[in-house]
């Protein structure tokens, strides 16, 4: 009882406080990012001490807390610290929202907010509008869920469902905020997060999108199980992992390509929550949740850190940006990438891992055709992964590794590339078995096993990767002394003319490759197309044609012919909403 | 009438000399977007047997355009050498091609003095620019071969090239062909036919890896081509044909042809032409022989078709010395036709192309004067 009003209160402290953030931006920048900064280490505490949703909060709170710290230090516009502490304030409610409204409520302060950040910060509206046009269509497909969950229940609070049509709409109201939709894959993420500023690039990548996992955390934790939404899910998933990855690898514009990559980890965290939904098996079901969750944790964390790396750098496209490399950027980015990348011994590479083993389990697992669906995901996020491995050594080497060498910047970052093994140990706390294989040197519990209720699967040891790397280095630096480096100029052919590979060169070969597919044009900026945002354009442009033919042939100021329309379109919505 | 290339201010065709400079079809140089950049390939660089540098446009992995840059340039002097000086000279512009350059030169000396050569000199002619033919043939394939890393196809066609050069130094004292021609005089004596095993060349076809290196690489289809690169692109183009003074015909000499403009076309021509050549060699006689060079004044030109296309001298003598000369090398016209051939492939299409093409540098930026 103690511990529930400490609870409460804490709540409260924390919401005042981000209400006094979003106050002091009207008066000072650097005090409004202090107190988010403030609120945000709360807001982790309250996670601490919350259960099913711990991991959602933690996150978040840590993912606000080193952006606000990052904006305390670089950022004096009071424009941007309003909208920034406003966008955190509305995700903060969503999360702590006990019932429908007080979530859309959060929901929609979120969207308002970081529209207008988008905004202002380049003082050209279209990217801001093209967030609140899809912030909106989500909206409305969690006001028709939330709508079909007050139907049934009779109340705006979150009860346990019968239905699972709520969980359906909402879901794919979510999936629209996470940048990921059947016929909308990859697009106006990045165009949104392409155009905020760094600290609030890494709030819409990893905390905004956060909001939508948990959104449908939420709901399936509300809702009966649908094996058929999960086997929805998984595909959405697996196939934005491909193809936000692709996206990824191609971009180069710095942030699109970071946020093509939020794509591809949503995608990814989808895939999850689709397995989850997926299997009817509790032993594969707590592993899947266990990936869930990991992935939340390695995906959010890392992004931020890497669009904090973004604010290091001069100019947005790759191959001509200016910055200079310091330890901590080096570090730093090397071990965010790396997690990225799917690599041990960070907390990626657990993440990763127990996405792969989870899908291959549920395709034995699984009976029927359904057991195909896992399978054929499970291909398409091996090689999304591969292709996010690419990016981001793109992304490492010409942000920070082939740059000369000046100052000690970008501690911040070290600090996040730093949490990235000492995630991936943390692991263990969230996975729901441990054991030990003393006959390959994985001691007791230091195994990570991954396992369905027909015999075990695989397992992975963080621990061993990460005591074993240190090790064979230090024998190698004993066996070898002390590294000899020179450093030469890159190789031109002598001809003197200091010429360098680009970061989009590096790319080329898939934008070749995948021609048919990327829609490759040269000698322009845009050398990509997205062909499912092309898709949309065509669509939308179809309807618009359709919509003034209709008009004119039928609205043309003729009353009967409207009244005629009125009736139609009555029936239609009456015979829509009885079905 | 076909174009053959600029030769002094005049441009050579099939049916003579008319005004020049050659009307070619310009290229539409590639203008760089976002994210071209410059990547040299060269001077120094491995895969390249001369020193050559190409300036290549591209966006990663592709080729936009291609400038070649210049690094052998020579400049050779002739102005009022005797013949015999500038035959000499000519022996060495480009000594792979040394039978073909003097033969161009020796004919184009004879037609500006009014002479014609007897029947043994016309044989032993033959028989040395066939020879040359199948060395140059052989040692194109094998860069192909090399530039696969294809090791054993490598070295038994290294092995054809040395038999190659055994019989053309049995056959004229020197495996370059060097001192074999003089002025009024052919020196060659006895022809040693090369033994090669055609079939065994013919392998290489049946290697799909090798055969995917180069199909579809490098198309180019001008009617201003030359040589195999004409020739594989269905021009049947030949100065063998055309050039009255060596007498091919009455060998039953057959131009080969293939249509794609590719390198694998060009490979498979000149694959052919080794076969056509030895029979060639095998209806010819080759004995010395000396003819009389009368002291004239005059002008004249002389064309060969030489491995990689036609050759061609334009000379004026006046008192037994040069008065004019010029070169239209085959290299010349190829690195043309290379150049405009290479955008659209990507980088690891580059050596293969351009060995296909059998260029050598050292006669393409020589400079007569």
Same mark, same amino acid.
């Given at each position: ?50 259960g099913e949703?711990?991991v ?104 346990t469902?019968?239905?699972t049509?709520?969980l ?49 955390y939420?709901?399936m934790s509300l809702c009966p199980q649908t094996q058929a939404l999960g086997g929805?899910l998984i ?36 895939t999850a929550l689709g397995s989850l939904e997926l299997s009817a098996d509790p032993v594969l079901k707590a592993f899947a949740q266990f990936s869930l969750m990991v ?59 127990s996405l792969?083993e989870t899908l291959f389990m549920e395709s034995i697992s699984v009976r029927g055709?359904l057991g195909?669906i896992p ?54 706390l969230l996975s729901p078995e441990m054991a ?12 990570i096993p991954s396992g369905y209720s027909g015999g075990s699967f695989g397992g ?120 | ?62 080729? @936009?355009?291609? $400038? #070649?840059? =210049?690094?052998?340039?020579? +400049?050779?002097?002739?102005? !009022? ?81 040395? @038999?190659?050069? $055994? #019989?053309? =130094?049995?056959?004229?004292? +020197?495996?370059?062909?060097? !001192? ?190």
């Amino acid at each position: 009882m103690y511990l529930q009003i400490d609870k409460f209160y804490l709540e409260i402290v924390t919401l005042l406080t981000m209400i006094t953030a979003l106050a002091l931006s009207l008066w000072s920048a650097r005090a409004s990012h202090v107190v988010a900064a403030i609120s945000s280490s709360l807001f982790i505490l309250y996670g601490l001490y919350s259960g099913e949703f711990r991991v959602f909060y933690v996150v978040s709170g840590l993912v606000w807390l080193f952006s606000s710290t990052f904006s305390a230090l670089h950022d004096r516009e009071r424009w941007y610290s309003l909208t920034f502490s406003g966008t955190l304030l509305g995700i903060m409610i969503t999360l702590l929202s006990q019932n429908y409204l007080e979530f859309l409520t959060g929901w929609e302060l979120m969207t308002l907010f970081a529209y207008a950040s988008i905004g202002v910060y380049r003082r050209e509206w279209r990217p801001g509008y093209t967030f609140l046009a899809f912030g909106e269509v989500s909206t409305v497909l969690l006001i028709a869920g939330f709508i079909l969950a007050y139907q049934e229940t009779g109340t705006f609070l979150f009860h346990t469902l019968t239905d699972t049509l709520p969980l359906w709409f909402t879901t794919f109201g979510f999936t629209v905020k996470m940048g990921i939709f059947p016929f909308l894959v990859v697009e106006w993420l990045p165009i949104a997060h392409g155009n905020a500023k760094p600290s609030l690039s890494s709030v819409l990548s990893a905390s905004m999108t956060l909001a939508g996992v948990y959104g449908i955390y939420k709901m399936m934790s509300l809702c009966p199980q649908t094996q058929a939404l999960g086997g929805v899910l998984i595909l959405i998933g697996a196939f934005s992992v491909l193809f936000g990855a692709l996206y990824s690898y191609v971009s180069d514009h710095m942030k699109g390509m970071l946020a093509f990559s939020t794509i591809e980890n949503n995608g990814a965290i989808l895939t999850a929550l689709g397995s989850l939904e997926l299997s009817a098996d509790p032993v594969l079901k707590a592993f899947a949740q266990f990936s869930l969750m990991v992935y939340v944790v390695a995906h959010s964390l890392a992004k931020t850190g890497l669009f904090l790396v973004t604010g290091y750098v001069h100019g947005e496209s790759m191959s001509t940006l200016s910055t200079e490399r310091s330890f901590s950027l080096e570090i730093g980015t090397t071990l965010l990438t790396a997690s990225m990348s799917g690599l041990l011994p960070t907390v990626g590479g657990v993440a990763v891992w127990s996405l792969l083993e989870t899908l291959f389990m549920e395709s034995i697992s699984v009976r029927g055709i359904l057991g195909l669906i896992p399978l054929l995901a499970g291909v398409m996020v091996g090689m999304g992964e591969g292709f996010a491995t690419g990016a981001m050594a793109r992304f490492t080497s010409f942000t920070s590794l082939v740059r000369p060498r000046g100052g000690e910047r970008g501690r911040l970052v070290l600090l996040i590339g730093v949490l990235m093994p000492v995630l991936a140990l943390l692991s263990y706390l969230l996975s729901p078995e441990m054991a030990g294989a003393a006959s390959l040197g994985m001691f007791s519990n230091s195994l990570i096993p991954s396992g369905y209720s027909g015999g075990s699967f695989g397992g992975i040891s963080p621990l061993y990767v990460l005591i074993i790397l240190p090790i064979l280095s230090l024998i190698t630096y004993l066996a070898s002394g002390r590294r000899r480096v020179r450093t030469v100029d890159p190789w031109d052919n002598g001809s003197g003319r200091r010429l360098t590979y680009t970061s989009f060169g590096m790319a080329n070969n898939i934008r070749l490759m995948l021609r048919f597919v990327l829609r490759t044009r040269k000698g322009a900026v845009e050398t990509s197309a997205d062909v499912f945002w092309r898709a949309i354009l065509q669509l939308v442009r179809g309807y618009v044609r359709f919509s003034r033919a209709f008009s004119r042939a039928y609205m043309n100021s003729s009353i009967s012919w409207y009244m005629i329309y009125m009736i139609l379109a009555f029936i239609v919505v009456i015979l829509v909403v009885f079905l | 009438m076909r174009i053959i290339g600029d030769l002094g201010s005049h441009c050579l065709t099939s049916e003579g000399l008319v005004e020049g400079p050659c009307k070619y079809s310009h290229p539409t140089i590639g203008e760089g977007g976002y994210g071209s950049f410059s990547f040299l390939y060269g001077p120094s660089a491995g895969g390249l047997l001369e020193s050559v540098a190409f300036d290549i446009l591209t966006y990663g992995e592709s080729i @936009e355009d291609v $400038r #070649a840059l =210049s690094y052998k340039t020579r +400049h050779i002097k002739v102005g !009022g050498l005797p013949l015999r000086d500038v035959l000499f000279k000519v022996e060495r512009i480009n000594v792979p091609f040394a039978a073909s350059h003097t033969i161009a030169f020796l004919t184009a000396v004879e037609n500006a003095l009014g002479v014609s050569p007897p029947e043994e000199v016309v044989e032993s002619r033959i028989a040395q620019l066939e020879l040359e033919r199948i060395r140059n043939n052989l040692l194109v394939i094998q860069r192909l071969a090399e530039a696969a890393s294809f090791l054993v196809p490598t070295y038994r066609l290294l092995y054809y090239v040395e @038999e190659v050069n $055994r #019989a053309i =130094s049995r056959s004229c004292g +020197h495996r370059y062909f060097l !001192g074999a021609n003089y002025l009024g005089e052919s020196r060659c004596q006895g022809l040693h036919l090369p033994r090669i095993d055609v079939e065994e060349l013919r392998d290489l076809l049946s290697n799909r890896i090798f055969i995917d290196r180069l199909q579809g690489n490098g198309v180019v289809k001008e009617d201003w081509a030359i040589g195999p690169a004409a020739r594989a692109a269905g021009f049947s183009y030949d100065a063998r044909l055309e050039v009255p003074e060596l007498k091919y015909r009455d060998h039953g000499f057959k131009i080969v042809t293939e249509s794609k403009g590719d390198a694998f076309s060009r490979m498979l021509v000149r694959l052919e032409e080794i076969e056509v050549s030895l029979k060639i060699l095998e209806g010819v006689e080759v004995k010395p022989r000396r003819f009389e060079l009368p002291l004239r004044e005059g002008r004249g030109i002389g064309r060969v078709e030489s491995p990689s296309g036609d050759l061609a001298y334009m000379v004026q003598v006046e008192q037994g010395s040069i008065k004019e000369l010029h070169l239209l090398p085959p290299s010349r016209i190829n690195i043309l036709l290379f150049l405009r051939s290479m955008p659209e492939n990507i980088f690891t299409d580059f050596p293969f192309n351009w060995e296909s093409f059998g260029i050598w540098i050292s006669e393409a930026e020589v400079s007569i004067s």
